[in-house]
């Protein structure tokens, strides 16, 4: 696996002045291998940076979204093993050897870890830690950052998941998830990730609602189950103390009452249909 081909993929808008900072880097290690940048329609010269480097270009003309920037990428490429690195310059070349070292010890998925210090704010940094120990709750396996784009992943299995992948910021998500559900061994090493520079394409009110989603988005991937059991149980609770003091105070069994139970039983059902078309959409991964 070690002289294995690799292909680098890299989603990229309007990134310029951080492709010239790093790129030289990442070819001179590298250069060798096959590396695609994906420009998601930008306006400046990504693409005229990424060419002078030697990278093969894929040209989205409009902006599709990190996500589609991803999947052309994976498209474009023939590398056994694929590494992913966002375009802005905070991941670092330097730790590409970490993840494939991952690979070559039999790992399916190696993702890179952000340490507290690479945070790009403390609002990001609550966010991602519910979306780990969220993400650890559903797969019963430590997940140590749900949403890094930089990672490695054999390209055999990566492939089985790509019409999961959303268009948007979550494929990180998305990925490892899908690969946790297949059964797939999934690994992190430990990275101190770089201060953005310029500005962030993450809009905090429109993609802060995207990110809930994320949430919803990590049960339906992984256990439905485990997310509509605990609130139909509660829903059931509730319209059990209600009819426990509607009985005692009134001697009455209420409607609401009714309802609850009738909620309750309908969240469950939802819940088990979910689960068995989940188990549908891996039944062709190997597991």
């Known amino acids: 696996m070690a002289n294995s081909p690799i292909s680098i993929i890299i989603p990229a808008k309007n990134e310029a002045s951080n492709l010239r900072k ?9 250069g060798d291998q096959q590396v695609i940048l994906v420009d998601d329609g930008s306006t400046d010269d990504t693409r005229i940076v990424a060419e002078e480097h030697g990278l093969i270009v894929v040209r989205h003309e409009n902006s599709k979204g990190n996500g589609a920037a991803i999947k052309s990428g ?19 070349p ?13 790992l399916d998925m190696v993702v890179g870890a952000r340490d507290s210090a690479s945070q790009a704010s403390i609002g990001r940094g609550l966010a991602n830690r519910l979306y780990n120990r969220l993400a650890t709750y559903m797969t019963g396996e ?19 998941f790509l019409y999961l992948l959303p268009n948007g910021f979550s494929y990180p998500t998305t990925s490892t998830m899908a690969f946790f559900r297949a ?9 101190k990730a770089a201060k953005r520079e310029g500005k962030s394409h993450i809009r905090p009110i429109k993609d802060g609602v995207r990110f809930l989603l994320i949430i919803f988005k990590i049960g339906t991937l992984y256990s439905p189950l485990k997310v509509f059991v605990p609130v139909s149980v509660s829903v059931f609770l509730i319209g059990l103390l209600y009819y426990g003091y509607t009985y005692f105070s009134a001697n009455q069994f209420t409607n609401m009452s009714a309802l ?17 078309i989940t188990a549908l959409m891996y039944k062709d991964s190997g597991k």
């Open 183 to 191: 059964g797939y061994q999934v690994g992190y090493i430990s990275i």
């Open 142 to 160: 430590r997940v140590s950052d749900l949403t890094s784009g930089f990672r490695a992943a054999r390209a055999e299995k990566f492939r089985q």
């Open 260 to 276: 609850m139970f009738t909620t309750s039983l309908v969240i469950f059902m939802v819940g088990l249909v979910s689960e068995q």
């Open 94 to 106: 330097r730790d590409i050897p970490q993840l494939l070292a991952g690979i070559d010890e039999g």
């Open 22 to 30: 790093f790129l030289p880097d990442l070819m001179r290690a590298y």
């Open 74 to 92: 994976v498209r474009a490429s023939t590398g056994e093993i694929l590494v992913f690195m966002d375009g802005d310059g905070q991941h670092s």
